[in-house]
């Protein structure tokens, strides 16, 4: 089981605020791979999603990290399937 923490960080990016998807899973005590999935599966329109989700890809040493950027209306349209 993933442990559940009681705040999500929070990216002040101009007048957007912005968390990640690690974020989201550690505050929700879920496993980020189910929430990568959940984000990539989302019933929303396309312009919405390429407002609001980006995909990041962090290469470190021996691997890559994959995880969402994601505005406050991404965390509000998405909220409900965590």
């Given amino acids: 089981m993933v442990k559940k ?3 999500i960080e929070i990216i ?3 007048d957007q605020l912005w ?3 690690l974020d ?6 879920k496993r980020h ?7 990539r599966n989302l019933d929303i ?10 995909e ?4 470190i040493p021996g ?6 950027v994601i505005s406050r209306d991404g965390i509000w349209s998405a909220q409900k399937n965590f």
């Avoid at 791979?33 to 984000?39: F, G, H, T």
């Avoid at 691997?63 to 969402?68: D, G, K, P, R």
């Fill in 5 to 7: 923490t009681t705040a």
């Fill in 12 to 14: 002040n990016q101009g």
């Fill in 19 to 21: 968390t990640t998807s």
């Fill in 24 to 29: 989201i899973a550690r505050k929700f005590g």
């Fill in 33 to 39: 791979n189910n929430v990568l999935r959940l984000i």
């Fill in 45 to 54: 329109p396309e312009d919405f999603y390429l407002l609001n989700f980006e």
């Fill in 56 to 59: 990041i890809i962090r290469k």
């Fill in 63 to 68: 691997a890559n990290q994959e995880y969402f």
